[in-house]
């Protein structure tokens, strides 16, 4: 599932990577969140074209397009990500037992650039003001190929249908903001297990350092990291960062 949002030829790229994934079925659905000109996709009976007038929001949209099918499997993909052929088969294969999500390492960054350690008002200030682009580890000292996470960022993440299901999805509360991190933190909190793995492909753009938040987009970012840290402030870290194993 593809969220897009003015996003021209990025958007093509990305709805490619996912229609040349190998060994699984693919249906790629992409949300149009009022984009000027409207997003347009190739004419394949695989993708799923939904238009809004407006813009949503990101959580209310993608909640949209994950409601359109019916797949045990789900994946969120930005539109400035691509992935490798066998990115959504190799995610696929460790969401089994406890397992309700998986994301990747992206190529060319370290794992706590884009997930561990669910981060607190103090991680979250120093990266709106570019002093860090890190979140803390919870990779184990002996690198595993896959490891238990807080969470991870939604830019790739592959889910199972129940987990999302169990918790009702993403917060459509939040127009923009962390709801990423929001829907790791309560599928942890329902017992299910959130991985990252360093030995799937996927491309996608480091996240920017700084954020303009002195505009109408920041500050409706910024509200929605406070109301996300009020939520989750008795929300525990995991004990120990664990190696997954199959």
């Known amino acids: 599932m593809i969220l897009t949002w003015n996003d021209g030829s990025m958007l093509v790229e990305a709805v490619d990577s996912a229609l040349t994934s ?21 004419d394949d009976p695989r993708v799923v074209l939904i238009r809004n007038e407006t813009n949503r929001g990101v959580a209310p949209g993608r909640n949209q397009g994950v409601a359109t099918g019916r797949a045990p499997l789900v994946c969120l993909l930005d539109s400035d990500a691509r992935l490798e052929p066998d990115t959504l088969l190799s995610l696929s294969r ?9 994301a990747p390492v992206f190529h060319g960054q370290i794992p706590e650039a884009s997930g561990g350690r669910a981060p607190g008002a103090a991680r979250k200030a120093c990266r709106a003001l570019g002093l860090s682009s890190r979140y803390g580890s919870m ?36 127009f923009y903001g962390p709801e990423d991190v929001d829907f790791c933190l309560r599928l942890r909190a329902s017992g299910w297990r959130v991985v990252q793995t360093s030995h799937v492909g996927c491309h996608h753009p480091p996240r920017r350092r700084n954020r303009r938040i002195l505009t109408r987009r920041g500050l409706a970012h910024a509200v929605a990291v406070m109301r996300h840290l009020r939520r989750h402030r008795a929300t525990p870290g995991l004990a120990e960062s664990r190696a997954v194993t199959r």
């Open 94 to 102: 460790l969401t089994t037992g406890g397992t309700g999500l998986a």
């Open 22 to 42: 190998q060994g699984v079925d693919v249906t790629v659905t992409v949300v149009d969140n009022g984009s000027q000109p409207p997003a347009t996709v190739v």
């Open 139 to 174: 990779r184990p000292s002996e690198r595993p190929p896959c490891w238990t996470v807080d969470f991870a960022i939604g830019a790739c993440q592959l889910f199972r249908r129940e987990a999302f299901d169990a918790v009702g999805g993403l917060d459509d509360s939040i």
